[in-house]
């Protein structure tokens, strides 16, 4: 993918056309029809033509170029995508996407949760997914206050099944050692009772890591704990470019991850 934006200075204090990644991990079992499907209506799909398709069907993004034919409102503009889709039964990086978020679209989050569904309904037209981790570059300085939103998903993620609750992993790449403490509370506070987190030791400068409990293991509920490490890094007043990798620990059961099964 090139460059880390964490190895590019954030100079823009304007915030403009900064880039953001997310990235699914996990294990792609591909449909033993899908070969047979493609060639008979000669299709060569890979994540980022699946990926441009769904994102103009939620009307969240467009390619389309043409004077007049620009997509009003729109929530990023797309700059690259692709993913491993090897079936030797490995975890791997199955989907990965770098866009421009929109900059004139007040109050609108970053898209965590849009690109997070984007690449999972791609990847769940090839084949089944068992998913094990999302990570997330994201410039922080784009994200709004989102708190009174988080209250919100805090209450559709309180109906997850009593036994769904899960363990994660959350490994924060940035400017935030200093500071983890008071992340973490930030983080247990905008989870309204749902997550819980710890501070862990890390083997790496500049790393923070927080062992967390979540409601379930889904690319969504992944999605929100992203959303609520960014809200909290807002808070206390990060601004650069932060990677924020969400993983499933060993004691968390796998858990299909397919489209109809978020």
């Known amino acids: 993918m090139g460059t880390s934006p964490l190895e590019e200075a954030d100079d823009d ?8 990644t997310a990235e699914i991990y996990g294990v792609l079992r591909e449909h033993p029809w899908i070969g047979q499907v493609s060639a008979d209506h000669d299709l060569d799909e ?10 103009a069907a939620y009307g969240w993004s467009s390619t389309r170029l043409s004077a007049g034919a620009e997509l009003g409102g729109q929530r990023w503009g797309h700059a690259d995508a692709g ?22 679209l007040r109050e609108q989050h970053l898209p965590v949760l849009p690109l997070t569904r984007v690449m999972v309904e791609s990847l769940g037209r090839m084949g089944e997914l068992d ?27 309180a ?3 009593p036994d769904a609750r899960a363990e994660a992993v959350v490994s924060v790449l940035g400017p935030v050692d200093t500071v983890a403490e008071r992340v973490r509370e930030l983080v247990v506070q905008r989870g309204h009772g749902l997550l819980h987190a ?17 409601p ?36 968390t059961p796998p858990r ?4 109809g099964r978020p």
């Open 198 to 214: 710890e501070v862990r030791a890390s083997a790496h400068d500049r790393t923070a890591a927080f062992a967390c409990g979540l």
């Open 46 to 55: 890979d994540l980022f033509s699946l990926a441009v398709k769904r994102a």
């Open 131 to 157: 998913f094990t981790g999302l990570t997330v570059r994201v410039p922080v300085r784009l994200a709004p206050d989102t708190r009174f939103d988080l209250v919100g998903d805090a209450a559709w993620f």
């Open 13 to 20: 204090e304007d915030g403009v056309d900064l880039p953001m």
């Open 83 to 104: 993913g491993d889709w090897s079936q030797d039964g490995r975890v791997r990086q199955l989907a990965w996407i770098t866009v421009y978020p929109a900059t004139d």
């Open 216 to 251: 379930e293991w889904t690319p969504d509920a992944a999605a929100w704990l992203a959303e609520v490490f960014v809200d909290a890094l807002r808070e206390v007043g990060v601004r650069d470019t932060v990677e924020i990798a969400i993983d499933r620990t060993t004691r």
């Open 159 to 161: 109906l997850a099944a």
């Open 256 to 259: 299909p991850a397919g489209v």
